[in-house]
């Protein structure tokens, strides 16, 4: 990391997202277990983020009991997924996230503990909901199968290069001034564009879906992961901070990196499960 730092944002831009995505295909790819693993680390750091981003902000988040519960939940989410233990297991989240309350109770001198209880709930619902959902795409034919996490994963990071290159070149008209004022109309045609071609690419390769679906699909990830990219700048935006974080360079930190995904994937996965 400390290397990167003696090249140019965009050159530090590429070398991530380059190293970034083969370590990520890889273990999608390679088998449940190592997709396991990659994104069990990915929503563990995406969520100590936003807990650290709520400490800015004035918040006492539960940050260990929180990352207790949202860890617990996706690797519930996974193991049931697998068929390693029943759904009954999910009933455990309950009476664990509700342990919460009981522990402000032993905490002294604070104003709004209740704020800072829904902020440790927010962590949850915002972060490690969308990744245990992710789950149930991977097992969406009863076993393992890559291929919908990674025609998905594809699809975002085409709109999201699609959207980065046409609002470099040809950006003007403002998208969301007041919440992102470097986000441009054109921008946004730009990533739909790419988005749209590479769902007629993964149709191409992958035969899980039909090409409506991937369709479909290409099309909440264009709305889902604009809507993402903008609510995490607002929230950004509350704290007065630029990055979430600095893990990731050229691209800030993995609620950056991710934020589309954490939208989108509640409606991918209902789509899914639907239609």
């Not at 949202?70 to 690797?75: D, H, K, P, R, V």
């Not at 704020?115 to 909901?129: K, R, S």
């Not at 990071?157 to 290159?165: C, F, L, M, V």
Request: hydrophobic share 50%; charged share 15%.
């Amino acid at each position: 990391m400390t290397l990167l730092k003696n090249y140019s944002n965009l050159a530090q831009r590429i070398i991530t997202a380059l190293f970034g995505a083969a370590v990520i295909v890889s273990c999608i790819v390679y088998s449940e277990w190592t997709y396991f693993a990659i994104f069990f680390f990915i929503c563990f750091f995406t969520l100590r983020e936003f807990y650290a981003l709520a400490g800015l902000d004035g918040m006492v988040v539960q940050k260990t009991f929180g990352t207790i519960c949202a860890m617990s939940l996706f690797t519930l989410s996974f193991l049931i997924e697998h068929k390693d233990i029943s759904y009954r297991y999910y009933f455990l989240i309950f009476p664990m996230v509700s342990c919460v309350y009981m522990i402000k109770l032993y905490k002294k001198f604070e104003r709004k503990p209740f704020t800072n209880v829904a902020y440790t709930f927010l962590g949850i619902f915002y972060v490690a909901v969308p990744y245990a959902l992710l789950n149930i795409a991977a097992f969406e034919d009863g076993a393992y199968n890559f291929e919908i996490i990674f025609g998905c994963l594809f699809i975002l990071w085409a709109s999201d290069t699609g959207a980065y290159i046409a609002g470099t070149l040809f950006g003007k008209r403002k998208l969301f001034e007041r919440i992102s004022p470097k986000k441009s109309w054109e921008g946004a045609v730009g990533g739909a564009v790419l988005a749209i071609g590479f769902a007629f690419l993964m149709n191409s390769f992958f035969h899980t879906l039909a090409l409506w679906q991937w369709l479909s699909i290409a099309v909440i990830i264009i709305v889902g992961g604009t809507y993402g990219d903008l609510i995490e700048s607002l929230l950004k935006r509350s704290i007065e901070i630029k990055d979430s974080g600095s893990s990731l360079p050229g691209h800030g930190g993995f609620l950056d990196r991710f934020d589309g995904l954490l939208i989108s994937a509640p409606f991918i996965v209902a789509f899914l499960e639907i239609f």
